[in-house]
């Protein structure tokens, strides 16, 4: 019988925790695993990308030896992202390296964000591997106005790739991002299917990311207007349920299903922050609404020891800004330039 090749890999050494200048311990990583996706949302990408070369991108094994860095140093939770993670080409390798950490005790939890469209073909490996939650990134059920927001997918695939995800046991949580317009009529639906089906849904505030050939001023909705409109027709009962990132959760009663909101606009949630993310890269970002990242690719590959990688991210840690300075208001846009595509959000 063939060795299962996560089964050799070493146990994770523990070491000092990674912690800012204001306290905050990061305990989060978020691994983008590549910036190409099957889909082109129009608040993630612009309709024509120039996508990494190839040999830019870390190895799967680059990734893994990364990842290893960060649980040494006290990551519990490690989400894979893309762009679509689902299509990095032996993406499963990873998810094998990775879930002996779970089993080990060593993570706490492998958790994947995707739009669904691949799920038929690995929902059941990745429950075989230990994830047990993820984020399925769905912002409409109807049909025309998904193939708008995503420049041609077929809603009827993400539809399936649900399917196959609660066949094989998987606990989803919808993610939409909330835009004016269709949106505002189409949130109710949302809410009746994803309780429906005992799914969590978490709304999403447009964060203005890349240029992305439409204007955030106009399209942008606040979450607080949401949650007002949303009082006038159901009833929302506040509640302490934390997943780790940045949701604040309310029951609705009707339903008995919990709606997230995440409002890194309107309301500030950076003085708990715990999270740094890597790009497909090796580009540290401590911060998603700072384009400023440090490089890890050379120290990765210049020695096959840890110490000056360890070294950058403690430096890079020390320096994570309090918070970011995006902002939408009707008079002036504050973004950046990176698309959301590079780190999945």
Known sequence: M??????????????PLLTDSFGRTMSYLRLSVTDRCDLRCVYCMAEHMCFVSHRDLLTLEELYRLSAVFM?????????????????????????????????????????????TQLPRFAGKLHELGLRRINV??????????????RGGDVRKALAGLDAAQEAGLKIKLNSVAMRGEFEREVDHLIDFAHGRGMDLTLIEEMPLGDVHHDRAKSFLPLDKVRKDLESR???????????????????????????LITPLSCDFCASCN?????????LFTCLGKDSSVSLREALRGSSGDEQVETQIFDAVAHKPECHNLSVAAEAVSGIGRHM?????
């Not at 063939?2 to 070493?10: E, R």
């Not at 679509?84 to 094998?96: A, D, G, T």
């Not at 999270?275 to 580009?283: D, F, Y």
Request: aromatic fraction near 4%; glycine fraction near 12%; proline fraction near 6%.
């Open 2 to 15: 063939s060795q299962d090749p996560a089964s050799v890999l070493p146990a994770v050494p523990q070491g």
């Open 72 to 116: 040494r140093h006290g990551v519990r939770k490690i989400r894979i992202t893309g762009g679509e993670p689902l299509v990095r080409k032996n993406i499963m390798c990873l998810f094998e390296m990775l879930s002996r950490h779970i089993k080990s005790g060593e993570l706490d939890e492998l958790v994947l964000t995707t739009n669904g």
């Open 137 to 150: 990134s769905l912002d409409s059920l109807d049909p025309e106005r998904y193939r708008t927001l995503t």
């Open 234 to 260: 159901w009833t929302l009962v506040p509640i302490e349920d934390k997943t780790g990132g940045p949701a604040r959760y309310v029951r609705i009663e009707e339903t008995g299903g919990r709606l997230g």
């Open 275 to 283: 999270r740094l993310r890597v790009s497909c890269t090796g580009e």
């Open 341 to 345: 595509s590079v780190l999945g959000g």
